[in-house]
C-alpha cells in the first residue's frame, strides 16, 4: 500500500469515465474511509497510471498483458458486474493479481438485466418506432402490437439472468425454452424439477444443451441472448443461428455485443427474415449513432444499461467498497467470485 504523511494508502482505480454511478456511489459509500482513495481515470490514462493503484475495476478496459504488465502494485482486478471478456486473466495470474467479478444474483444486475429483457421483447411486440411515429403524425389506434402471451421463448444461456428473467416471464404466460452447457451443476434451487425442489417448480419448459441451439432457435418467436462471452459464444448468433430461427423471430441481447455476429444480423433484417432486434449492448461501444442497423423501423437499442439501476449499482458500488476495505485491511476478500 502507498503510505502518506506516515498513513498506509489504498487506492482503487476504476477505468474509464462511463457509468459513472460506478465510482461516485463507491467514492460515497467509503467517505469515511480516509485510507482509502477512489480515481476514476479516462481509458487512454490508464496505461500510464496503472502502477500507483492496488485495486482496478476495469469496466469497459481491455486489460490486456501490455497493462497488466505495468500494475506493479496491484492485489485485484475486478468488474464491476459480471463479464470478464476484456480482462487477459492468464496474464494477471501469471504477474500474481487475483481477477473477480461480482455475481449478478448477489447485487440485482441479473434482475436488472432480466427486466431490461422483457421491455426490449414489449418494445419490439408493441412496435414502439411505429407508436411514435403514429404520435407525430396525430393518429390514433394504430400500429397494431402483439402479446407476449402465447409466444415461446428461448432463453440462450441459462445462468443467473436467464433464470430471473424466467422467473418474470412466467406470468406473461409464454412458453419457456433454455439451453445451458450443463444443467447438473450451479443450478438454483428455483430452476430445479418439481420433483426436487415443490416450491418453486420447473422454470423452464423444455431444457436443452449447447448442442440444441439450432433446434431450440427454430421453436421460438422471441431469442434472448444471455450467454456470458468467451472464445467459444463470439459470433455464435451468426448466419446459420438465424437462419434456423423463425421468419419474423425476434432477437434480443442483453448480454455481449460480441455475441451477435454483425453482418448476419444485418442482413437478415434487411431481408425481413429476422422480425426485430432489441439490443442494450453492440457490437462497438459506445455505439455509434450514424449506424446503419439504425435504418430498420424494427431495431431498438439502448446504451448498455440493463444493469444500471438504482438497485443494482448501490449493492455493487456497496461490495466494491467492502473489497477495498478489505484489501486495505489485509482481510479475507469477500462477495466476489474470484476467476484465478
Known sequence: MAVT?????????????????SHNYTREYLQDYPSI????????????????YHL???K????????????????????????????????????GIKVARIPGDVCG???SSAEMAIYLMLDLLRKQNDMQRA?????????????LLGKTVFILGFG??????AKRLRPFGVKIIATKRSWTSNLKDS????????????LVDEKGSHEDIYKFSSKADIVVCCLTQNRETVGIVNRSFISSMRKGALLVNIARGGLLDYEAVYHSLESNHLGGLGIDVAWTEPFNPDDPILKFNNVIITPHVAGVTEHSSRSKAKIVGDVAIQLHEGRTLTGIELVN
Do not use: W
Not at 504523511?5 to 476504476?14: D, P, S, Y
Not at 482513495?37 to 500507483?52: G, S
Not at 443467473?160 to 428473467?165: E, F, H
Open 5 to 21: 504523511g506516515g498513513e498506509q494508502i489504498t487506492k482503487v482505480l476504476f477505468c474509464g469515465t462511463h457509468y459513472p454511478a
Open 37 to 52: 482513495q477512489v480515481d476514476d481515470v479516462p481509458l487512454d490514462e490508464v496505461p500510464e497510471v496503472i502502477a500507483n
Open 56 to 58: 482496478c475495476v476495469v
Open 60 to 95: 469497459m478496459m481491455k486489460m490486456n498483458s501490455h497493462v497488466i504488465s505495468r500494475a506493479k502494485q496491484m492485489k485485484l482486478i475486478m468488474q464491476f458486474g459480471v463479464g470478464l471478456e476484456g480482462v487477459d486473466i492468464d496474464a494477471a495470474t501469471k504477474s
Open 109 to 111: 444486475n441479473a434482475a
Open 135 to 147: 404520435i407525430k403524425q396525430r393518429k390514433l389506434g394504430e400500429p397494431n402490437g402483439e402479446t
Open 160 to 165: 443467473n439472468i436467464g433464470i430471473d428473467l
Open 191 to 202: 430452476c430445479r424439477g418439481s420433483g426436487q425442489n415443490d416450491v418453486h417448480g420447473d
